[in-house]
């Protein structure tokens, strides 16, 4: 019973794939494959997706959509595994629909799945095929095999019942079918990014830059580049195919509830007097040991060029900011109106490119990369409290960057350990970095002078060489007086946080 459910809830998952990606590129409705996965990148442990991210590279979404799959067959298991106990049709297909009825409401509302005709594509068809693929029909299916099937009898070996032959047939064929059809919606994730990719408008210079000078004390064997090219910029999204925006037909809309206040182009964002800054971004995701930061020059404009902040509605409490994929966050309506808050355009020195939000993307250094929404579609003032993506799953609606450092590298001369690395605080700046051996003193480290207070910070540091120390650590003191946290802090709800301790 197991092995034969198992096989006619698979059979079916992928037989009402075919009509659901059919509407998918001739409808434009969305996956239900693509919004499981989307559900288990954003909530894959951070240790785990990025050792994923690693191992698999460009794979690794693709990989995340085969879950999208297996979820899928589940819930068709489940009602499968039940009607089996009825015997007459009209009994299983009742059985079968009763029972789905659940399963459809968990995915609709669970994994955010909004797209009614995605879901009658999927599920009519593959509720049909369970009922057809079902145990009633196999003994059909035997009688029609007939002498066929005695002659594969035969052939494989003598004296085994027919039944058990189509049986071994059925559990042989099932890898092959399951593991074909993981093949192919990987491989259609795969290349469905592929082509969005070579779709994607390539940047083009959007504002003079030049690449800050290196200070030789900070050369880059011992600390980071000071700038972060655009192709080494961390990259992550919730998406498994992230959006390329056609500009031509892209516009950005300020509204209020129903009402829209503004409208702009993208040739009209452009026209704007834009200004240029340093800005640091940090990932969520970025444990005390992984490196999801990444600093620019960013160039774009304010809020305020868009709408007067005159015009902002009476009992407007927060300003939502919403992308084309869907993913959104709010900012009090005081910091998305300060000089902070940037809507940026370019990245060092071009516009930006699709996997890092064009045509236009929020940067609010306060904050971890989450609330930077990229691909951005609407801005909008709203009278009640916003849940974006992240607070959906339990995060904090307020996620300032907490204050840390790395240690890039260290290297040692002559009796002396010299270190380096850089410390982050948002735009609370950092006034301070001590670095010491083991359990020994404290010593004040070298600060490079910054070229902007929302950019992380370069230092490095000498001290006594101790060959019996096993560990090196580091601590930033930001702007505010604060010491980064001797303490490890959990990611969830509020981000990592935690001392910086290398082992020598």
């Given at each position: 019973m197991l092995k034969k459910t198992i096989r006619d809830s698979s059979i079916a998952t992928l037989l009402g794939l075919v009509p659901?990606?059919?509407?998918?590129?001739?409808?434009?409705?969305?996956?239900?494959?693509?919004?499981?996965?989307?559900?288990?990148?954003?909530?894959?442990?951070?240790?785990?997706?990025?050792?994923?991210?690693?191992?698999?590279?460009p794979l690794a979404k693709p990989f995340a959509m085969t879950g999208g799959l297996f979820m899928l067959g589940l819930c068709l298991w489940v009602p499968a595994m039940l009607s089996y106990w009825r015997?007459?049709?009209?009994e299983r297909f009742f059985v079968l629909v009763v029972?789905?009825?659940?399963?459809?409401?968990?995915?609709?509302?669970?994994?955010e799945y909004r797209s009614l005709g995605g879901s009658l594509a999927f599920w009519v068809p593959a509720l049909l095929a369970l009922l057809i693929v079902g145990k009633p029909h196999l003994e059909l299916l035997d009688e029609d095999w007939g002498e066929a099937s005695e002659y594969a009898m035969q052939f494989v070996g003598k004296g085994k019942?027919?039944?058990?032959?189509?049986?071994?047939?059925?559990?042989?064929?099932?890898?092959?079918?399951?593991?074909?059809?993981?093949?192919?919606?990987?491989?259609?994730?795969?290349?469905?990014?592929?082509?969005?990719?070579?779709?994607?408008?390539?940047?083009?210079?959007?504002?003079?830059?030049?690449?800050?000078?290196?200070?030789?004390?900070?050369?880059r064997s011992l600390v980071r580049p000071w700038l972060t090219k655009v192709s080494e910029f961390y990259r992550m999204s919730k998406n498994a195919v992230d959006p390329t925006i056609d500009p031509r037909g892209w516009r950005l809309a300020i509204n209020a509830g129903d009402r829209r206040l503004a409208s702009y182009s993208y040739s009209e964002l452009l026209a704007l007097p834009r200004q240029e800054r340093f800005v640091t971004l940090r990932c969520?995701?970025?444990?005390?040991?992984?490196?999801?930061?990444?600093?620019?020059?960013?160039s774009g404009i304010r809020?305020?060029?868009?709408?007067?902040?005159?015009?902002?509605?009476?009992?407007?409490?927060?300003?939502?900011?919403?992308?084309?994929?869907?993913?959104?966050?709010?900012?009090?309506?005081?910091?998305?109106?300060?000089?902070?808050?940037?809507?940026?355009?370019?990245?060092?020195?071009?516009?930006?490119?699709?996997?890092?939000?064009?045509?236009?993307?929020?940067?609010?250094?306060?904050?971890?990369?989450?609330?930077?929404?990229?691909?951005?579609?609407e801005i909008r003032f709203v009278t009640e409290p916003y849940v974006g993506t992240y607070q959906k799953m339990g995060y904090e609606r307020e996620a300032p960057v907490h204050t840390m450092c790395s240690i890039d590298n260290f290297t040692r001369e002559g009796g002396r350990l010299v270190c380096g690395g850089i410390a982050f605080a948002g735009s609370r700046g950092i006034q301070r970095v001590q670095v010491r051996l083991?359990?020994?003193?404290?010593?004040?480290?070298?600060?490079e002078t910054?070229?902007?207070?929302?950019?992380?910070?370069?230092?490095?540091?000498?001290?006594?060489?101790?060959?019996?120390?096993?560990?090196?650590?580091?601590?930033a003191m930001d702007g505010q007086g604060n010491w980064q946290a001797d303490r490890i802090v959990p990611m969830f709800p509020a981000g990592v946080a935690g001392p910086t301790i290398r082992k020598l």
């Open positions: 659901h990606y059919l509407a998918f590129y001739l409808f434009g409705t969305s996956l239900l494959t693509e919004s499981i996965a989307e559900w288990i990148m954003k909530n894959t442990p951070s240790a785990a997706a990025l050792w994923i991210l690693e191992t698999f590279g015997n007459r049709k009209y029972l789905a009825v659940p399963a459809v409401v968990v995915i609709q509302r669970f994994f019942p027919r039944r058990d032959f189509l049986t071994s047939i059925g559990v042989t064929a099932l890898p092959i079918v399951m593991g074909g059809g993981v093949v192919l919606v990987a491989v259609e994730s795969y290349l469905r990014e592929m082509l969005s990719a070579n779709r994607a408008v390539e940047p083009v210079r959007l504002f003079s830059f030049e690449t800050p000078a290196e200070n030789p004390r900070f050369a969520i995701s970025n444990t005390l040991s992984s490196d999801l930061m990444g600093n620019a020059a960013w809020l305020s060029q868009l709408i007067a902040r005159d015009r902002v509605p009476p009992g407007t409490i927060a300003v939502a900011f919403e992308g084309v994929d869907g993913h959104g966050d709010s900012l009090s309506v005081d910091y998305a109106f300060s000089d902070e808050t940037l809507l940026a355009l370019g990245m060092n020195g071009d516009t930006l490119d699709r996997r890092h939000g064009f045509p236009i993307r929020v940067l609010c250094p306060r904050y971890f990369g989450f609330k930077h929404i990229k691909w951005l579609k083991g359990q020994g003193e404290w010593r004040d480290a070298e600060l910054g070229l902007s207070p929302l950019s992380w910070v370069r230092y490095r540091a000498e001290l006594p060489d101790d060959s019996a120390a096993a560990t090196l650590e580091a601590r």
